[in-house]
């Protein structure tokens, strides 16, 4: 066990010795709240490969991080999920080409980190070259996590002849681990970044996508893609259905909740706001686009905060909550997986570290961990009567509840507010004698290094086993559960 894990860890032991008698402490200060649940009245399932994360394509340089010789990385991602989903792609795709064919990719990867983190905001200039024995790395790394891959291919400065030669060969290398190819990377920021000229729109995007996709599908017959991988969920993924719905085989777009780190308006409180506008008004895009073209729909890359992240603020308890959070309103949107974006010391990757440091979970990783619980399963009907803290400006306690996939009744409660507890009545009809409550905690908002699910923290290479399991008495088919400030809760009714 490294030092920096092992103070981790035994910090997180010493917060537990106390935040129990916090929690139980029913003569705390409370507002009350109703859960009631109704288990007949389906929603949308959640997909056995809901979960996954989003890596650069610049990390393939080094060809030994995604490999079986990298078995603590792998530990944390196969104790995730054992249907997983790696997204390689990110900004360094437009700047990541295959071997033989860019001279500039001769220093090959020797100028980037053994680890590397998201794209930062700063100006792009070395090239990387990915190279057949990565990908066969890569091959070998998923069969043993038994995760798939979506691969983006260079589509920024790269020529649709390229993208055809790295498809074929990712292609037969990959064979079943291998979902789809995307092209590019947050095309719609192409303007900006000044990968195209002044007024690239959609109409000149989809011409250059159209040729890679001929290009391509040449040399890998039926070739599976998706896209258009854009950086919002605004117009282009409806305009991109109406096009090519019949070409992929599923719509993709990305979503940060903040940005820049630069403003100092971007605040946890900010993150844990509902009322988020870059959401709230892609959400017609995204039902509209699914339902013209029948597709799927995979938030590909998201995070807190873009260009890497925000200190104080995506490396926090808070941003466990975000992402818990997130998850559910994505499965109630009907989409089919998430992969949160992150690499190297990232202030918002899931898995932090490198092959020589070694690794530690951070916050969202337990968003993601206590999610696991409930894949394969669908959401239920539910319906929340809770009054608002003063100290909220906006909802801070959200429930959802599903049934999994066992038929188990289960709840997710999350409680945003930083000062306000609620005594939560649930009600449910359901067979059970009690519920099972798995709390995931940490001493504050803001805390960094603290938290925990379960009464556990996440161990090295995953290893994570519930430790603190309380069990609450149903009565006439309801129990009362005490969610403190700052926490979220599982649920899940016993016989």
């Known amino acids: 066990m490294n030092r920096r894990f092992f103070l981790r860890a035994t910090a997180a032991s010493a917060a537990l010795s106390v935040v129990p008698k916090v929690l139980l402490a029913d003569a705390a200060p409370a507002l009350t709240a109703l859960l009631t649940i109704h288990p007949s009245q389906r929603g949308f399932a959640i997909a056995p490969d809901f979960l996954g994360l989003s890596y650069e394509s610049a990390q393939l340089a080094h060809p030994e991080f995604f490999s079986v010789q990298n078995a603590d990385f792998a530990g944390y991602?196969?104790?995730?999920?054992?249907?997983?989903?790696?997204?390689?792609?990110?900004?360094?795709?437009g700047y990541a080409f295959w071997a033989p064919h860019h001279p500039q990719a001769a220093n090959g990867g020797s100028t980037v980190p053994e680890s590397v983190g998201p794209d930062t905001g700063g100006p792009l200039s070395t090239f990387t070259q990915t190279t057949p024995q990565a990908i066969r790395n890569l091959r070998e790394f998923l069969d043993r996590i038994q995760w798939r891959c979506i691969y983006g291919l260079n589509f920024a400065k790269g020529t649709p002849e390229q993208a055809a030669e790295e498809a074929a060969a990712v292609s037969a290398i990959l064979g079943d681990r291998l979902i789809c190819f995307q092209f590019g990377n947050e095309v719609d920021n192409f303007a900006k970044k000044g990968l195209r000229p002044v007024g690239y729109n959609y109409s000149a995007f989809a011409v250059e996508w159209a040729n890679f996709y001929h290009a391509v599908n040449a040399r890998v017959p039926n070739v599976k893609v998706a896209?258009?991988?854009?950086?919002s969920t605004g117009a282009w993924i409806r305009e991109f259905a109406e096009q090519f719905g019949k070409e992929v085989m599923m719509l993709t777009t990305h979503y940060y909740a903040e940005g820049p780190p630069s403003d100092p308006s971007m605040t946890i409180e900010r993150l844990l706001n509902p009322a988020n506008p870059r959401w709230d008004t892609g959400i017609p895009n995204i039902r509209e686009a699914m339902a013209e073209s029948h597709l799927p729909f995979r938030l590909t890359e998201t995070n807190s905060c873009f260009h890497g992240g925000k200190p104080g603020v995506s490396n926090t308890f808070a941003s466990s909550l975000w992402a818990l959070d997130l998850m559910f309103q994505l499965v109630q949107l009907g989409g089919s997986g998430i992969n949160f974006h992150g690499g190297g010391y990232g202030w918002y990757t899931p898995v932090a570290g490198t092959m020589e440091n070694g690794f530690v979970a951070r916050p969202e990783y337990y968003a993601m961990l206590l999610f696991s619980q409930l894949l394969g399963g669908h959401v239920v009907s539910s319906h929340l009567d809770a009054p608002e803290a003063a100290t909220d400006s906006s909802p801070a306690l959200v429930c959802y509840a599903l049934q999994n996939a066992s038929g188990k009744l289960q709840a997710v409660v999350i409680n945003?507010?930083?000062?306000?507890?609620?005594?939560?009545?649930?009600?449910?009809?359901a067979a059970a004698e009690r519920i099972l409550l798995q709390r995931l905690i940490a001493p504050s908002l803001e805390d960094q290094a603290d938290v925990t699910f379960a009464g556990a923290p996440v161990g090295m290479r995953g290893a994570w086993r519930a430790e603190r399991n309380e069990h609450v008495n149903l009565k006439n088919g309801a129990a009362i559960c005490f969610i403190p400030a700052a926490s979220a809760a599982l649920l899940t009714w016993e016989s």
Do not use: E
């Open 416 to 429: 945003k507010s930083a000062t306000a507890s609620y005594k939560m009545t649930v009600q449910a009809n």
């Open 227 to 231: 896209g258009p991988d854009s950086a």
């Open 77 to 93: 991602l196969s104790a995730l999920n054992p249907n997983g989903v790696l997204r390689i792609g990110g900004n360094t795709s």
